[in-house]
């Protein structure tokens, strides 16, 4: 079932637009998003009134508007047939192309326009104190004091415990994103030099086991994305299309005590626990619906904000064995040098992390299409990205290829 | 800020709560979870139970995942458990918590089987997976009366 929808829709345009704080003129995630979708459909070379599908994530939390999907397509004048915020937290980024996919092989719309935009780190100073109020239930959480890196600090705690990985492991991540981050001329850490090991575990402590170095940092800017996708037979009018191989989604809960209220699921296990995710559910369907494995990924992003939260995913994306991330990084094989080519931009610990990224996919494009200026990886053909949100609640894998099987 | 009484039908006002200049949103103790509330000004930890299966669920339930039953009850716990999970926060949300750090906040097993985010105190301590943990009432930074557990 899921076979036939393997390579049978394409990505023929991205636009993009980025501010940083310290430009002279600071974009909101509003002119972000309808810059960025100008320019993707312009790109495509289609007009406007061929926008059949229109998906965004989630509302931007620096421009709230109760029907953010429709403030946006009334800056671009379209008038889509089928249109929706899809809301999985940051795995909703990447639901907005599985929709488009599903979208454009129904034979109801030729062509869909998927956007993600958020400025927040211009416009929102308190991002700590902001954050946990977003992600701490109000009434069982919040009074308590929480915040995000002390929410996910209780994945880290039974992670650490259960499967004996150590803070050297956590921090070996952080130490290859910060080399990437040092060659993309977007990135927060750009030019603020490469770090050790032991500059993770002295930087000071956030929330145990999570020293600041562990942690992601919030993006100086704002960052808007858009890609057009459309099925096989229409692809092929377009130069470059990118094949969506194969796709998964899945959510497991609301809020981090919540998730302990999750039990008897397939993903989970009969016992409730912190440790297994929907990224494992999402990447099984994708490589099953891509007839891909593992060694076939050429290149991987992973949707992290801190440094454990690697480690567990490349065990559910199958590159590791179940509880052996820590030694698969320790053994150099995300090294900048020589590894598996892994969070080409830096990270959300080196790059930075803005709300709702597609532009982890757009960097894998940019990276299979020979595009990545100064930071190009030989030969990347497939590359797999990753989304999540929630403490991880909600997880996406896409695969893409140059190629189409 | 004064410890909260909990009127139902005051519930849809909530209470502010803010860090610096960013609202943190509404406490709304609500409806379906007013006698949680109404249990903790009694010094009592109330949790849902299905009457049909008996298997306990956190406060908020609404529906047994077991047997689909809406005829949840209140029943209150014992007060034991042990550690589940825990962090300790040096960076706090806001002003409001920062004269409590570092404090340890977590997930407590309760001898139920349910699960719930707390307050981790270490009396004796210290804090560590497992410890067997009970139940205590204290007024928290946030001033609101909360089940906290006490560790060790
Ligand atoms: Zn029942």
């Known amino acids: 079932m899921t076979g036939k929808l393997g390579y049978s829709a394409a990505i023929v345009s991205i636009g993009r637009c980025v501010t940083k704080r310290d430009d002279a003129a600071i974009l909101t995630a509003l002119q972000l998003g309808a810059i960025a979708s100008s320019r993707a459909i312009q790109n495509a070379g289609i007009k406007r009134r061929q926008i059949g599908a229109f998906f965004t994530g989630r509302c931007p939390t620096s421009y709230r508007t109760l029907q953010y999907n429709q403030t946006l397509l009334n800056e671009l004048k379209i008038a889509p ?3 929706t915020e899809v809301t999985a937290h940051g795995a909703g980024a990447l639901g907005t192309i599985e929709l488009a996919v599903l979208a454009v092989n129904s034979g109801l719309v030729d ?27 109000p009434q069982f959480e919040a009074p308590y004091g929480p915040t995000t890196p ?9 992670y650490l415990h259960e499967y004996g990985a150590t803070s050297e492991m956590m921090a070996k991540v952080a130490v290859e994103n910060r080399h990437w981050a040092l060659t993309h001329p977007h990135a927060a850490m750009r030019n603020r030099g490469a770090i050790t090991i032991e500059d993770v575990l002295n930087s000071r402590m956030i929330a145990s086991p999570l020293h600041l170095l562990d942690c992601a940092v ?23 299309p990118t094949w969506i191989a194969g796709f998964g989604q899945q959510t497991t809960h609301e809020w981090i005590s919540e998730r302990m209220g999750a039990y008897d699921l397939d993903v989970i296990g009969h016992e409730p626990n912190l440790t297994n995710t929907g990224c494992a559910t999402a990447a099984r369907q994708a490589y099953e619906m891509s007839g891909l494995k593992p060694d076939d990924i050429d290149i991987v992003q992973t949707s992290a904000p801190f440094s454990f939260v690697h480690l567990m995913m490349l065990e559910e994306l199958g590159f590791c064995k179940k509880g052996e991330g820590g030694p698969f990084v320790m053994d150099g094989h995300i090294d900048f040098d020589g590894g598996l080519p892994f969070n080409t931009m830096g990270g959300y610990l080196s790059f930075g992390q803005m709300a709702q990224g597609l532009y982890n ?16 990886v030989p030969d990347a053909h497939v590359g797999l990205v990753h989304g999540h949100g929630g403490i991880l609640a909600s997880h996406s894998v896409m695969i893409v290829s140059r190629e189409r099987a | 800020m004064t410890e909260p009484s909990i009127k ?17 949103g509404l406490y709304q103790p609500s409806p379906e979870t007013m006698e949680y509330w109404h249990g903790i000004e009694r010094r009592e930890l109330m949790l849902r139970q299905c009457p049909a299966c008996q298997r306990c669920f956190h406060p908020k339930r609404i529906v047994c995942s077991d047997c689909g039953s809406s005829e949840l009850t209140w029943v209150r716990a014992s007060g034991r458990g042990s550690v589940y999970s825990f962090s300790e926060i040096h960076r706090p949300p806001s002003a409001t918590f920062a004269t409590g750090v570092p404090y340890i906040n977590g997930l407590v097993r309760l001898e139920e089987g349910v699960h719930l985010f707390t307050r981790f105190i270490p009396e004796p301590g210290p804090v560590r997976i497992n410890a067997p943990a009970r139940l205590d009432f204290r007024v928290l930074e946030s001033h609101w009366l909360l089940p906290v557990f006490l560790v060790g």
Request: charged share 15%.
């Open chain 1, 150 to 158: 002390s929410l996910y600090a209780q994945v880290a705690c039974r």
């Open chain 1, 111 to 137: 062509y869909a326009l998927c956007v993600t935009n958020e400025a927040s780190g211009v416009w929102l100073k308190d991002k700590v104190g902001q954050n946990a109020a977003g992600e701490s239930n």
């Open chain 1, 218 to 240: 919030n993006y100086p800017g704002g960052i808007s994305t858009a890609f057009i996708i459309t099925r096989a037979e229409l692809a092929h009018n377009h130069s470059n």
């Open chain 1, 81 to 83: 047939v089928f249109n």
């Open chain 1, 361 to 376: 996919l757009h960097e894998t494009i940019d990276q299979i299409w020979g595009q990545a200026e100064g930071r190009q």
């Open chain 2, 8 to 24: 139902l039908e005051d519930w849809a006002q909530g209470i502010s709560m803010r860090a610096g200049p960013v609202s943190l």
